[in-house]
Every structure is written in C-alpha cells, then in structure tokens.
C-alpha cells in the first residue's frame, strides 16, 4: 500500500489555482507601482535586462567551455571506475594480519 496515495487533479482545478495566483500576482505588482510611483517598472526591466546578459553570457562562453571539458570529466569517469574496480578485486587484508 503507498502512504502518499493522492487522487488525480482535474484540468479545470489547476487552471483556478493558476488564474487565482495569477491575479494575486497581478494585484500586488499593481500595488508596488502604484507605491513606487513608476520605479518598480524600471526594477524589473534592470533585473530583466541582468537575466539576458546572464543568458547571453551562457550562451556565448559556458556552454562553450562545458563542450569543451566533457572530454576531461569523461577521462575523470573512466579513471574513477577502474580505481574502484581494483579495490574491488584486490583481497582484504585485514584478515591476514
């Protein structure tokens, strides 16, 4: 028997969930630029404009250089299980002492 047993979600449930946090979202955003007086807008945009030079970022130089060392943690991999492998084939010793 599983504990964590929990019944199916209908469609028309998660689309409620998702259109009442939605709004919720949407009010409270509403709120903060009406607070601000316009400068939550810009706040996004520059947290929007930090996660494009971030992407851009990956995009150009880390998913470069990831390509580029899978060679050396393939290797690294190989090493691992052929060390493993040894001890595993070699007896214990601490049985003959």
């Known amino acids: 028997m599983e504990p964590y047993n929990t019944p199916p979600t209908s469609h028309r449930q998660t689309i409620v969930s998702t ?16 607070i601000s007086g316009g400068f ?37 991999l190989l090493r691992q299980r052929a060390l493993a492998q040894e001890m595993s084939e070699r007896p ?3 049985f003959w002492r």
């Open 92 to 94: 214990d010793e601490r």
């Open 40 to 76: 939550f807008i810009f706040l996004v945009g520059i947290i929007g404009a930090l996660v494009a030079f971030g992407g851009l970022h990956y995009v150009l130089w880390g998913r470069h250089l990831t390509n580029e060392t899978a060679g050396e943690g393939e290797e690294e």
């Open 19 to 34: 259109f009442l946090a939605a709004m919720a979202a949407g009010f409270f955003l509403l709120c903060f630029v009406l």
